[in-house]
């Protein structure tokens, strides 16, 4: 249920962009999602298009790219994709000294404005 306060600061962030860009309309929106969020493309759709109702981002198209998950080896410093559920030791040389790297992003990667009046 955490997708509610998430696309509020997607809606911020994307109103704002398009006020500096002098935008009449937001047409779409990339945003970037770690494999290990948690967070629900359609969720984050169907909580957008209520909150965008009467905003400049009303009816943009959301596109979600999800960013693979990563992981280095604290021993041989070996990087590697992982995937949920989480590995337990590197596949390289079985350390367990483990650090995720990567799939924890969360953000607005670009926005599609139309500056035509
Ligand atoms: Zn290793």
Do not use: W
Request: proline letters at 4%.
């Amino acid at each position: 249920m955490h997708e509610l306060p998430i696309t509020q600061g997607i809606l911020s962030v994307v109103v704002e962009a398009a006020q500096q860009a002098n935008a009449r309309q937001v047409l779409a929106i990339d945003i970037v999602i770690g494999e290990l969020t948690s967070i629900v493309d359609d969720s984050v759709q169907f909580y957008f298009d209520i909150l965008s109702q009467g905003t400049v981002a009303e009816g943009a198209a959301l596109h979600f790219h999800r960013e693979p998950a990563t992981a280095s080896c604290q021993d041989c410093g070996h990087t590697f994709a992982v995937s949920p559920p989480l590995f337990v030791e590197c596949p390289q040389c079985q350390s367990t000294l483990i650090r995720v790297t990567g799939g924890n992003e969360f953000c607005v990667q670009s926005i599609e404005v139309d500056n035509e009046s």
